[in-house]
Nanobody, 116 residues
Framework: QVQLVESGGGWVQPGGSLRLSCAAS????????MAWYRQAPGRQREEVAS?????????TYADSVKGRFTISRDNAKNAVYLQMNSLKPEDTAVYYC????????WGQGTQVTVSS
């Protein structure tokens, strides 16, 4: 049974940092291109970053997060991470991980709130 479990969200002031984690189980993880997505209230879910498998030699970022967010992976742990720095209020959203193209069932996500 495929399962994605996101964690690491929370409340942070503008300019702060958070590191999100996603643990994947029930799938062949290493060779999949993985991605982080986010959905803000009243908006469609959007992809913010992706990382290729198996060694993460290629990554992509949405223009809105480029230079502030870094995606990484640990295949030994079936995990993908999102380091988020210089957070802005507009980064407030529920964050999810999935494959690029979102081919797996969605997890519950992790809430990130950026406000003063």
């Amino acid at each position: 049974q495929v399962q994605l479990v996101e964690s690491g969200g929370g409340w942070v002031q503008p300019g702060g940092s958070l590191r999100l984690s996603c643990a994947a189980s029930g799938l062949s993880f290493s060779f999949r291109t993985m991605a982080w997505y986010r959905q803000a209230p009243g908006r469609q879910r959007e992809e913010v970053a992706s990382i290729s498998g198996p060694v993460g030699s290629s990554s992509t970022y949405a223009d809105s997060v480029k230079g502030r967010f870094t995606i990484s992976r640990d295949n030994a742990k079936n995990a993908v991470y999102l380091q988020m720095n210089s957070l802005k209020p507009e980064d407030t959203a529920v964050y999810y991980c999935n494959t690029k193209g979102s081919t797996l069932p969605w997890g519950q996500g992790t809430q990130v709130t950026v406000s003063s």
